[in-house]
């Protein structure tokens, strides 16, 4: 772990020196470092005094924490979990140190910082926060690009947000990114939110194309019942009809009746 495949012709010595000296950092930062640090059988081991909190742990513990609480429908439990979650996941594992167990570490928090996002996202989605949906799901595909679920989410969130244009521009980023990158179209899934999304616009249209041809109707009808009555009693009074005006003064009583 310390030195990869070639160690030290003296490597033993430097990892007791290496002991020693964190024994020292221990003791520095109030902990007994010969009872927390100890060996036996080829090992060493770490034991913490009761009340100790590692950052790392912690975030693996918020992010479990705000999964379940998303779960049941806790969306505000949920994001304080996410939010400590994320804030540990984005700390620099070890900077300046490599090595296959530093990059599994970090590996690991990236998906913490991922997890996190995710939640973050779909808390604030469900709570109608459509603002604060559309910034961690641009995080999260930052993160994850190749990852459709992110792109649809987001897709989603910017509709919500009442911007289908931006919705749609997400789409297409998505559809470069796998056609570029791995020659492969967007899946089913993608493609059905953004057939949705086309077709938001003309059933809107449709729909207030018929509700103001509704209004139209409604207005024009008594116009136009109106107009006929008088139009057949004057035609009658016209030629002279002794029931002209009859029907003329029942035609008037009419419309006076339905304008009241």
Excluded at 2 to 12: I, R, S
Excluded at 123 to 151: D, I, N, Q
Excluded at 166 to 192: F, K, M, N, Q
Aim: charged content about 25%; overall charge negative; aromatic content about 6%.
């Amino acid at each position: 772990m310390l030195w990869g495949d070639e160690l030290p012709a003296t490597w033993e010595k430097a990892l007791r020196v290496l002991m020693t000296k964190l024994r020292t950092l221990l003791l520095e930062c109030g902990i007994d470092g010969s009872a927390a640090l100890t060996s036996a059988f080829g090992c060493y081991k770490l034991t913490l005094p009761h009340g100790a909190w590692i950052d790392v742990d912690a975030a693996v513990e918020a992010v479990a924490q705000a999964e379940a609480a998303l779960a049941v429908g806790d969306l505000g439990e949920a994001r304080s979990q996410a939010s400590v979650a994320s804030t540990f996941a984005q700390r620099s594992f070890l900077p300046g140190e490599d090595g296959a167990w530093v990059e599994e570490r970090r590996r690991d928090l990236r998906e913490l910082l991922v997890r996190s996002l995710e939640c973050l996202r779909d808390a604030s989605f469900g709570a109608g926060e459509f603002t604060a949906a559309v910034r961690h799901g641009e995080e999260v595909t930052e993160l994850e690009p190749f990852r459709e679920s992110s792109w649809r989410r987001l897709m989603q969130a910017h509709a919500a947000a009442g911007n289908p244009a931006e919705a749609l521009r997400v789409y297409e980023r998505c559809r470069r990114l796998l056609a570029d990158e791995l020659g492969i179209y967007p899946s089913p899934e993608t493609e059905s939110i953004y057939r949705e999304l086309l077709s938001a616009p003309a059933r809107e249209s449709r729909a207030l194309a018929t509700d103001e041809e509704s209004v139209s109707v409604r207005t024009d009808e008594g116009e136009t019942g109106r107009r006929t009555a008088v139009t057949v009693a004057i035609g009658m009074f016209a030629l002279g009809s002794a029931a002209a005006a009859g029907l003329l003064r029942a035609a008037v009583d009419s419309v006076n009746a339905r304008g009241r």
